[in-house]
């Protein structure tokens, strides 16, 4: 069984050893309150007396030093919470990047996981950089201020006692309706920042069809949800703030009344050395707010710890999701030796809950084939399996004459070019994404065997074009050209092209068909997945998925 989603699991070694520095250095400033309270207590008993002299001089300067003790102690352990903060939040963004790039699932969206990246994570920092810190205080200081509070006056001591608890108890019934409210924040996130991607990328459908006010209204109640959500986290945080304020002042107040009446004589029980006197009345006085202050210091950023636990089962769940990870590192890697021979037997994969064997197949080096059936037969998931971006889940698949695992699936990409339905193109010019590795190859007989030269003219700053991130810019087709020109580029002996001619005008399918034609023709293997007769009769062989199946 899975353990329970806790913020504490976000944090590793590094960030650890920080957050116990930080706590050092808080415990020390909080021990040294104490003394400086010992001090003012001694110099008013001293001065209500006559007797205080040139003492006080020498108090003061005690009492200056310690403070300057304490702020160098609390800043110091503050520098290293924050520190902590920010490394546990970059390694977790780290951790959560090198796992997603290698994980084939598009039931994740980009818009949840930049949600996750950004705004989510960030929510953990003030868990790690207040609350952790806030809890080592809570630990340790208000039993040393019991400590020196029962050493003075038992009566004070069992009022600080009785209070005390009230507050953690108030907090963990308060913990429940803080968690929920921060989970339905995180998913009202998540939701809107895929409302918004969704909108910018049909940003020019909802501008040809006029949708704009529409689009518009929608997004207004995602912000409006976002605000209930936000303002119900508060509402949470101030209320459990008000409680245990209230909590603490009557605490502060019972421990004044105390003391108050004992030194007028009213009360004559309670100190070990009765009477009480001025002194040690001022410094018990002294002490009873510092008893309540980590309490309150904790109680205030309780809500930062619900916040953290809402994300960290987000991170939990996205981490046990069913998504088979991309076999290798996705690393650049030399190139696998071998003919670019391809063979899949027994091969079997679970998609959608049902396990589904797909037939056998064996590309030869230089041969074209298309896999033909209809939607759902398992086209483009042969593709992606012969690309190493699944993994099977029984069966074997062989490239170059080696067994297609982790250890070879990276040299094995190194000689593939993939052409997908959905074009996916990074913030580089055209120039830099058609040769990503500079190789300082002839772009424009690339481009002209791609029949993509007037593409490129037709862009208003040529090869040194920035397209958008789904190809906005150019077309459906024209971003496949595009593709293709990059595969002659990198010299792939293997084009994996799934549906290539899918969607497009007869005139610009039969260019990319040509274009594969003449991939093939130059001794390269292409296996496409298709639908088009005419893509079809322009292989070597068709292999009909549905009636293999």
Not at 83 to 94: G, K, P, S, W, Y
Not at 102 to 108: A, T
Not at 254 to 280: D, Q
Request: proline share 5%; net charge negative.
């Amino acid at each position: 069984m899975p353990a329970k989603p806790s913020a504490r699991q976000l944090i590793t070694a590094a960030p650890k050893r920080l957050l116990r520095q930080s706590s050092s250095w808080a415990l020390a400033s909080g021990v040294l309150w104490p003394l400086q309270a010992g001090l003012i207590a001694w110099v008013v008993a001293q001065w209500a007396a006559g007797t205080l002299g040139g003492a006080g001089w020498m108090a003061a300067a005690g009492f200056a030093a310690l403070g300057i003790a304490r702020a160098g102690a609390d800043r110091m352990g503050a520098r290293r919470a924050f520190a902590a903060a920010d490394l546990a939040i970059a390694e977790r963004r780290r951790l959560l990047l090198d796992r997603e790039a290698l994980r084939m699932d598009r039931r994740v969206s980009s818009a949840d996981l930049a949600a996750l990246l950004s705004e989510k994570l960030a929510m953990v920092g003030p868990y790690i950089s207040r609350y952790t810190p806030a809890m080592s205080r809570t630990a340790v200081l208000p039993l040393v201020y019991l400590a020196c509070t029962f050493y003075v006056s038992w009566i004070a001591g069992l009022i600080l006692v009785i209070s005390g608890p009230l507050i953690p108890v108030f907090m963990a019934l308060v913990g429940m309706a803080a968690k929920e409210a921060s989970e339905r924040q995180m998913a009202q996130i998540g939701d809107m920042n895929a409302l918004l991607i969704d909108r910018i990328a049909a940003l020019p459908d909802i501008l040809l069809l006029n949708a704009a006010d529409r689009s518009r209204a929608d997004f207004a109640d995602k912000a409006e949800g976002l605000r209930k959500r936000t303002m119900a986290v508060l509402r949470v945080a101030f209320l459990s703030s008000t409680v245990l304020e209230l909590f603490a002042a009557i605490g502060v107040a019972m421990v004044a009344v105390y003391t108050g009446f004992s030194l007028l004589g009213e009360i004559t029980i309670g100190a070990w050395a009765t009477p009480l006197t001025l002194g040690e009345g001022v410094f018990i006085l002294l002490l009873a707010p510092e008893f309540f202050q980590p309490l309150r210091d904790l109680a205030s950023a309780w809500h930062d710890k619900a916040s953290a636990d809402a994300v960290s089962a987000e991170l939990q769940a996205l981490a046990e999701r069913d998504s088979p990870p991309v076999l290798g590192q996705g690393a650049p890697a030399p190139r696998l030796e071998g003919p670019a021979r391809l063979q899949m037997r027994g091969v079997s994969l679970t998609r959608g809950g049902a396990c589904r064997a797909l037939p056998d197949l064996v590309v030869e080096p230089g041969e074209s084939v298309a896999l033909r059936g209809p939607s759902g037969v398992g086209k483009s998931t042969m593709l992606d399996l012969a690309a190493g971006l699944l993994q099977p889940e029984s069966g074997e698949i062989t490239v170059a004459g080696q067994p297609l695992n982790d250890d070879t699936a990276d040299g094995w990409r190194a000689r593939v070019a993939f052409v997908p339905q959905s074009v996916h193109v990074p913030d580089v010019t055209l120039r830099a994404f058609l040769d990503p590795h500079g190789s300082g190859a002839d772009l424009n007989e690339a481009l002209a065997r791609a029949r993509a030269t007037d593409i490129v003219a037709g862009l208003p700053e040529g090869l040194d074009t920035h397209l958008g991130e789904t190809g906005a810019g150019v077309s459906g087709g024209e971003a496949r050209r595009l593709l293709l020109a990059r595969a002659f580029l990198s010299g792939a002996d293997v084009i994996l092209a799934d549906e290539p001619t899918a969607d497009l005008d007869r005139a610009t399918a039969a260019e990319i068909t040509a274009a594969l034609a003449d991939l093939r023709a130059e001794g390269r293997t292409v296996i496409v997945a298709t639908h088009d007769a005419a893509l079809c009769a322009a292989m070597d062989r068709v292999v009909d998925l549905e009636a293999a199946a």
